[in-house]
């Protein structure tokens, strides 16, 4: 069983930053990309970023330039660094896995409870 626990999240002014971070269990975490994916109210569920374990990335264009994804396979943890956030930012954040190591499309096997970033205009 794989388990996803994210942190990090809260509530930052436009123009903040903001640094998630995803502690996954299990050894399948090396072998397997990992990502983000967010939910604001009313929206469907849309990818923010992934990473493969060698550390290949894509982001969703909405976020280009101002997040940065990365991993530490040694700490079995994923980060998301939010910098230069916006109103339209706030949703709820999820970390997700998969099996394998596409990210494009990232479709995820596994995935957190989510966490909640709210920014304020």
């Known amino acids: 069983q794989v388990q996803l626990v994210e942190s990090g999240g809260g509530l930052v002014q436009a123009g903040g930053s903001l640094r998630l971070s995803c502690a996954a269990s299990g050894r399948i975490f090396s072998f397997n990309a990992m990502g983000w994916y967010r939910q604001a109210p009313g929206k469907q569920r849309d990818v923010v970023a992934a990473?493969?374990?060698?550390?290949?990335?894509n982001y969703a264009d909405s976020v280009k330039g101002r997040f940065t994804i990365s991993r530490d396979n040694a700490k079995n943890t994923v980060y998301l660094q939010m910098n230069s956030l916006k109103p339209e930012d706030t949703a709820v954040y999820y970390c997700?896995?998969?099996?394998?190591?596409?990210?494009?499309?990232?479709?995820?096997?596994?995935w957190g409870q989510g966490t909640q970033v709210t920014v304020s205009s």
């Open positions: 990473i493969t374990s060698d550390g290949s990335t």
């Open positions: 997700a896995a998969r099996l394998g190591q596409r990210i494009t499309p990232f479709i995820p096997n596994y």
